[in-house]
């Protein structure tokens, strides 16, 4: 019975898989919710800046802040990517950079100098493949981000950006509309976009200066978009590993199917053959 | 009564009522009593008291406060309960 216990080994191994994919699935779904409760928590902060900022500003303002800037033409820009540090999410990884590859390409089609951020291993990993030169390279970012990675993520360009030396920073990143839409996007932050205001504005009395106060919050505003980037990003990914860790479970599981009923018929003929063989020999003795 | 919420970037604080908020503004302290006009000032770094039931505490650097028709709003960029 070679062919049986062949069976057997592939049986068994496919069991082994599929208790690694099971439990992969279990972590990525306590992960995911956890991750989708930062996301959650990080709103409130988000509105609040929204509005604060979209009261005091106006366009009279706008020409005096550095982040406000609107360049004539871009000439160089920043393309922040971030991907995850570890694969078996499916399509995730690939996604987010194929999206990545587009905006770079929709950049440099308008003759505009692009400079690559990238966080996370899986995207640096395709780039150093097709030998693309990144400016900077990060795998340091958990799948806890926190405001500190973010504000260390954006501060350089914030910097260069208002020194004159970059036109546009993007971020690519999924966003995570629910767990099961979580489509790649690209956000420009800078220039930053102000938010604009619905309806008349209160009058507040403002400490020190609208000026001094929307000098303060402007790099806060980029800052968390930002961290919301990166929260957004770390919960999709783990959506995206729930959903492919489930697939392969299915999977695993209906390939056993196919192999013990596979393994149960070759049994049943060998026991068949057995006896049609005991019952011949017999026969052949009484006659 | 003051409708107070503190929140940083990670997570929300503090939601709820409180009679009085005092808060470190960039140049000093700065209290906050129900009827409060209008206001929005930058925060600096110390110590936001908020007295509701029982006094919290919590060790801000950095963000706002905005005052808006008993609305409280700390908005800041680092907060922990202190």
């Given at each position: 019975m070679a062919k049986g216990r062949e069976l057997v080994g592939r049986i068994k191994t496919t069991e082994n898989t599929r208790k690694i994919t099971r439990t992969m699935e279990m972590v990525a779904t306590s992960k995911m919710k956890r991750a989708s409760d930062r996301v959650a928590s990080s709103r409130p902060y988000a509105k609040a800046l929204g509005d604060v900022i979209s009261s005091l500003f106006n366009a009279e303002l706008a020409e005096r802040f550095p982040l406000l800037r609107q360049p004539a033409a871009e000439q160089r820009a920043a393309v922040v990517l971030i991907t995850a540090n570890r694969g078996l999410c499916g399509a995730f990884n690939a996604n987010l950079i194929k999206e990545a590859r587009l905006t770079v390409h929709a950049l440099e089609e308008?003759?505009?100098?692009?400079?690559?951020?990238?966080v996370g291993r899986k995207g640096i990993g395709f780039f150093r493949y097709v030998g693309r030169e990144l400016t900077t390279a990060r795998t340091d970012i958990t799948d806890k981000p926190t405001a500190t990675d973010a504000a260390s993520l954006v501060e350089?360009?914030?910097a260069d950006f208002a020194a004159g030396l970059l036109d546009a920073v993007y971020i690519?990143?999924?966003?995570?509309?629910s767990v099961l839409s979580t489509p790649p996007t690209t956000d420009r932050v800078l220039p930053v976009a102000a938010p604009t205001r619905s309806g008349a504005g209160r009058d507040y009395l403002l400490f020190p200066s609208a000026d001094a106060i929307l000098t303060?919050?402007?790099?806060?505003?980029v800052r968390n978009a930002a961290y919301r980037a990166l929260v957004e990003t770390a919960a999709a990914e783990q959506a995206a590993r729930r959903t492919a860790m489930k697939s392969a479970t299915d999977n695993a599981g209906e390939m056993l199917n196919i192999l013990r009923r596979t393994y149960n018929r070759a049994r049943q003929a060998n026991i068949t053959q057995e006896i049609a063989e005991i019952v011949g020999g017999a026969a052949a003795l009484q006659g | 009564m003051l409708k107070v919420s503190v929140v940083s970037p990670e997570a929300t604080l503090y939601e709820g009522d409180a009679t009085s908020v005092v808060a470190p503004a960039f140049d000093g302290e700065v209290g906050i009593l129900p009827s409060h006009a209008p206001m929005i000032t930058v925060l600096g770094q110390g110590t936001l008291r908020v007295n509701g039931e029982t006094l919290a505490r919590f060790t801000v650097s950095g963000g706002f406060v905005q005052v808006v028709d008993?609305?409280?709003r700390v908005v800041t960029e680092q907060a922990t309960p202190a």
């Open positions: 308008q003759g505009v100098q692009v400079d690559l951020h990238v350089g360009l914030m690519v990143r999924a966003k995570f509309n303060e919050l402007l790099p806060s505003y | 008993d609305v409280v």
